[in-house]
């Protein structure tokens, strides 16, 4: 039986048993359901990788699955089937997560592709997890050494308060208490005459019988009472000792000790006696090496990690992040993670962070995001608990994988067959205005009505420039297209591009002011491709005056101005702005701020043609106070190059 598994979710019976036929001849393990809530009971029995289901059904429609689905198994990948008239649902269904959408009827080819690509993302994402457990692992591993190491260092301590204790014992050292013998530290007993009189059992067994020795012969370069041991400075200080030595066995074999002594007084006060209580410091000593060298593999594996990691506290300020991190996002240390690369005040609705420090389970989320330099980067984030010795989550490591060439890949794959259907629909509805304008037209002649041949000729010509920009549109997504430039005047190319949008702006009651210079010179430029980018930041502004205000006067205004041999356009207007988060993703495919109003193309197209032409934009906005797009154009463009990727990011 393959390990591929996938549920079939439609409410047309024929349809479920054929192409679970065709998804079984794809290798698949198949089992289906007539509709979303079916699905559900099914998914508590029977987890596929994927479900593939239609979008309109009875009693739970796709959509209400979808969503259910990635809030109880965010893990499972879904794919919408949809027929011509959904195109907004399957759009809506990108908005919750969909892993793609496939139009009916269904091409077998197309829907082996779509397949074999989500199912290339759930092994990435089988990676990511596999690679986060090792790593937790790891962390487990060299906690219980470090635990073990500090154990040491806590005994060193304890036998430091020992030593004076131990002083007021003189009388149970003479007797051989079981005492000394018990100690795991080499002990012995000097008189006065530095000779050993005394040793406990582990001493006697590490150096042999040295009762009767000189203190300073079991030292390595200790050979003369002159040349002053630990006991001596005891005996001529009055005073309790700490040093680092080192005792030989009788075989020669040198033992590095810290030593701790202790003077023993009689009862008339002088020192008779000295407690000489050494601790081996090989064990610890190689426990160190060790350590330092597992540190720094530690530190080579998160710094060398093809992803970016942090570790965050509970209030979700970061302690920790590795070198790929600090490289594009800067040195974020105490600062809240939303606010370091999200740019956000609070939290995101999905924080992984959040979740895992609540359920203490891994989670992951993707999202968009901008590095130091401006970068905006897709990313795969998965987060894990990191747990104190006694089992408390008291960290959470987040690691953030970049997806953004995968992503563009898909967008490439994707935007074809979405485009064409979504184009299609807007096609239909101009063909029937077209209809109705000729009808107009036809009947102004008829009739030698001039007034209303005038009207319906302004409305073919608004329909078939909205057909134009539509073809245009298409084109870019439907293959690699190189600009046509022209040598053109550019103070009347901008002067005639502003014009477009009078009629748009004096409708909605906007104050439409244009500042164009009339010796900007000439610039090469595809004035086609130009004119439809600028007039889309315009009708965006536009559309950003929106919302009606007492007593605020909504403005617009273009302006020109040459800046170092270059030609720089700003365009501002005082709508309802953008926050941080919106800013970063405005010219990202398939983002609209507008709700149902936009499809998120319009800003990436005009996007891809400022690049193309070798120029950039700048975006300033705040919410409430409107927006400033700068554009600036060089004079020249060099050889122009193709477009071929789906995505796009502003300089």
């Not at 005996?235 to 030989?248: D, L, M, N």
């Not at 999200?342 to 901008?370: L, Y």
């Not at 073919?460 to 040598?487: F, P, Q, T």
Request: aromatic share 6%; proline share 3%.
């Amino acid at each position: 039986m393959s390990d591929r598994k996938l549920m079939l979710v439609d409410d047309e019976e024929g349809l479920r048993r054929f192409l679970g036929l065709t998804l079984m001849d794809f290798g698949y393990t198949v089992k289906t359901a007539e509709n979303g809530e079916a699905a559900l009971k099914l998914l508590k029995t029977f987890q596929p990788d994927i479900i593939l289901t239609d979008i309109k059904m009875p009693r739970m429609d796709g959509i209400d699955l979808l969503k259910a689905v990635k809030s109880d198994y965010p893990h499972v990948e879904v794919i919408m089937l949809t027929g011509h008239g959904d195109m907004d649902l399957a759009i809506e269904s990108l908005k919750f997560e969909a892993a793609d959408f496939i139009t009916k009827p269904v091409n077998d080819e197309v829907l082996e592709i779509s397949l074999e690509r989500v199912m290339e993302k759930i092994q990435l994402k089988q990676q990511v997890r596999e690679y986060t457990e090792n790593l937790e692992r790891l962390v487990e591993e060299k906690t219980r050494r470090i635990v073990e190491l500090e154990r040491q260092n806590a005994a060193c301590q304890v036998v430091e308060g020992l030593s004076e204790a131990l002083s007021n014992a003189a009388d149970e050292i003479e007797t051989g208490s079981s005492l000394f013998n018990e100690l795991p530290c080499l002990v012995s007993i000097h008189n006065r005459y530095l000779e050993i009189v005394a040793t406990n059992k582990l001493l006697k067994e590490r150096l042999g019988d040295v009762v009767g020795k000189n203190s300073f012969d079991i030292y390595s370069d200790r050979n003369s009472p002159g040349n002053a041991c630990p006991v001596q400075l005891t005996f001529q200080t009055g005073k309790g000792q700490r040093s680092k030595e080192t005792f030989i066995t009788e075989n020669g074999e040198e033992i590095p000790v810290t030593v701790y002594t202790a003077p023993i007084p009689n009862k008339n006060g002088e020192i008779e006696l000295v407690l000489d209580i050494s601790v081996d410091m090989t064990e610890l000593q190689r426990l160190r090496d060790e350590l330092l060298e597992t540190q720094y593999k530690f530190q080579r594996l998160f710094d060398e990690a093809p992803c970016y990691i942090s570790v965050q506290n509970r209030d979700y300020t970061i302690s920790e992040v590795n070198r790929r991190f600090k490289e594009d996002f800067g040195e974020p240390l105490g600062l809240a993670c939303h606010s370091a690369y999200k740019h956000r005040e609070a939290p995101c609705e999905e924080c992984p962070v959040q979740r895992t420090f609540k359920d203490g389970e891994s989670h992951q989320m993707e999202t968009v995001v901008s590095t130091g330099s401006g970068e905006r980067k897709n990313m795969l984030v998965w987060s894990a608990p990191l747990r104190n010795a006694y089992g408390e989550i008291t960290q959470v490591m987040e690691m953030s994988t970049d997806i953004t060439e995968i992503r563009r890949l898909q967008d490439h794959l994707t935007s074809l067959g979405f485009m064409l259907g979504s184009m299609s629909h807007g096609v239909k509805g101009m063909l029937t205005a077209l209809d109705g304008g000729m009808y107009r037209l036809e009947s102004g002649l008829r009739k030698n009505d001039t007034q209303r041949v005038e009207e319906a000729s302004k409305a073919l010509k608004n329909i078939v420039g909205r057909i134009k920009k539509m073809v245009l549109d298409i084109l870019y997504y439907a293959k690699s297209r190189e600009i046509e430039v022209e040598e053109i005047p550019a103070a009347q190319f901008l002067s005639d591009t502003a014009a477009l949008v009078n009629a748009k702006a004096a409708a909605a009651g906007i104050e439409y002011t244009v500042s164009v210079p009339d010796n900007l010179g000439t610039i090469m430029i595809d004035s086609s491709s130009m004119s439809a980018a600028l007039v889309n930041f315009l009708e965006n502004a536009v559309d950003a005056c929106d919302i009606p205000i007492p007593g605020k006067q909504y403005s617009i205004s273009m302006s020109a101005v040459e800046v170092a041999g270059n030609i720089e356009i700003t365009i501002r207007d005082n709508g309802s702005g953008m926050d941080r988060e919106t800013r970063d993703k405005i010219f990202t495919l398939f983002f609209s701020s507008k709700g149902k109003r936009g499809t998120g193309i319009g800003l990436f197209i005009s996007n891809q043609t400022i690049e193309q032409h070798g120029g950039k934009i700048r975006v300033e906005s705040e919410p409430g106070e409107g927006t400033s797009f700068v554009i600036t154009l060089p004079r020249r463009t060099g050889t122009a190059k193709p477009i071929v990727e789906q995505g796009c990011t502003a300089n």
